[in-house]
């Protein structure tokens, strides 16, 4: 879902993926999950230029790799594999 | 003693305010239909029929009544006659400390510095963002919805990781004394 959003709409910020998954995303979940994506090499992030007179740190734009467009197309393509032969599963 | 009803509007509010300027503690019943027939007939009918509960409802209504138009008029005076000379600057100013400072001091006790970077950082920098937006716009509610939601959700992720950090050995030491 999360890399999806970062696929289509291209970079990111935290509040941003929040606003636009339509509440499918919480913001409590959201920065751990982002994190353990990082760490795999699904995303990646770097912060943001602040523009002069911004106030506050700087946010962290997070885009998706090439790798994590990879892991989803797979992704959708083993969705679609197991949707016509769900005997893969196992189930009837 | 009985009580009237009366049913014009206009007459009950000039009751309860004649009411009202003799003291009468149950200006509230007065306003709510209930005629005074006399000084305290309303308290004596209220008691024969042993009504203490509703006799102490209409004294704390009044009382309240009263606070609230106390405080309504001190409104209408400072917003209509604001004090001429502008206040003396206060000689130490209080310092602001940004929002979620309290929450990024907590946060370092409990997280490593990489959880910080990775999780907390990026967290605090959108809700500073959002909260400095808020103030920009002028919307003093949404700020304080802003700063509780942001606060919440901390105190559930603080408690989590508490929970984790407290499971984690006991899970090692079980696991290590083949318990499972």
Same mark, same amino acid.
């Given at each position: 879902?999360?890399?999806?959003?970062?696929?289509?709409?291209?970079?990111?910020?935290?509040?941003?993926?929040?606003?636009?998954?339509?509440?499918?995303?919480?913001?409590?979940?959201?920065?751990?999950?982002?994190?353990?994506?990082?760490?795999?090499?699904?995303?990646?992030?770097?912060?943001?230029?602040?523009?002069?007179?911004?106030?506050?740190?700087?946010?962290?734009?997070?885009?998706?790799?090439?790798?994590?467009?990879?892991?989803?197309?797979?992704?959708?393509?083993?969705?679609?594999?197991?949707?016509?032969?769900?005997?893969?599963?196992?189930?009837? | 003693?009985?009580?009237?009803?009366?049913?014009?509007?206009?007459?009950?509010?000039?009751?309860?305010?004649?009411?009202?300027?003799?003291?009468?503690? $149950?200006?509230? %019943?007065? !306003?709510?239909?209930?005629?005074? *027939?006399?000084? /305290?007939? #309303?308290?004596?009918?209220?008691?024969?029929?042993?009504?203490?509960?509703?006799?102490?409802?209409?004294?704390?209504?009044?009382?309240?009544?009263?606070?609230?138009?106390?405080?309504?008029?001190?409104?209408?005076?400072?917003?209509?006659?604001?004090?001429?000379?502008?206040?003396?600057?206060?000689?130490?100013?209080?310092?602001?400390?940004?929002?979620?400072?309290?929450? $990024?001091?907590? %946060?370092? !006790?409990?997280?490593?510095?990489? *959880?910080?970077? /990775?999780? #907390?950082?990026?967290?605090?920098?959108?809700?500073?963002?959002?909260?400095?937006?808020?103030?920009?716009?002028?919307?003093?509610?949404?700020?304080?919805?802003?700063?509780?939601?942001?606060?919440?959700?901390?105190?559930?992720?603080?408690?989590?990781?508490?929970?984790?950090?407290?499971?984690?050995?006991?899970?090692?030491?079980?696991?290590?004394?083949?318990?499972?």
């Amino acid at each position: 879902m999360i890399l999806g959003l970062l696929i289509a709409r291209g970079e990111l910020y935290g509040l941003e993926i929040v606003r636009q998954s339509e509440g499918r995303v919480g913001a409590g979940t959201l920065y751990v999950t982002l994190n353990r994506m990082s760490e795999k090499g699904f995303v990646e992030s770097r912060l943001e230029d602040a523009p002069p007179g911004a106030m506050g740190p700087p946010r962290r734009l997070y885009r998706a790799t090439g790798y994590g467009l990879r892991v989803i197309r797979w992704w959708e393509s083993a969705k679609r594999v197991f949707a016509r032969r769900p005997a893969i599963l196992g189930m009837p | 003693m009985k009580i009237i009803w009366r049913s014009r509007p206009i007459r009950r509010i000039v009751v309860w305010r004649r009411s009202l300027l003799r003291g009468n503690p $149950y200006a509230v %019943a007065t !306003l709510c239909g209930f005629a005074v *027939t006399a000084e /305290g007939a #309303f308290l004596t009918t209220a008691l024969v029929r042993g009504q203490w509960a509703l006799a102490r409802v209409f004294e704390i209504g009044t009382e309240l009544l009263l606070l609230a138009m106390s405080a309504i008029a001190w409104k209408l005076y400072r917003l209509y006659d604001p004090p001429r000379q502008p206040r003396r600057p206060p000689l130490i100013r209080r310092i602001h400390r940004p929002p979620g400072a309290w929450m $990024y001091q907590m %946060a370092q !006790l409990f997280f490593s510095p990489r *959880t910080m970077q /990775g999780v #907390f950082d990026p967290w605090l920098a959108d809700f500073r963002h959002e909260v400095f937006g808020d103030y920009h716009d002028k919307r003093s509610v949404r700020i304080l919805v802003t700063r509780g939601r942001y606060t919440w959700l901390f105190i559930t992720h603080l408690t989590a990781q508490i929970a984790v950090s407290v499971m984690k050995p006991m899970v090692a030491a079980w696991r290590f004394l083949g318990l499972s």
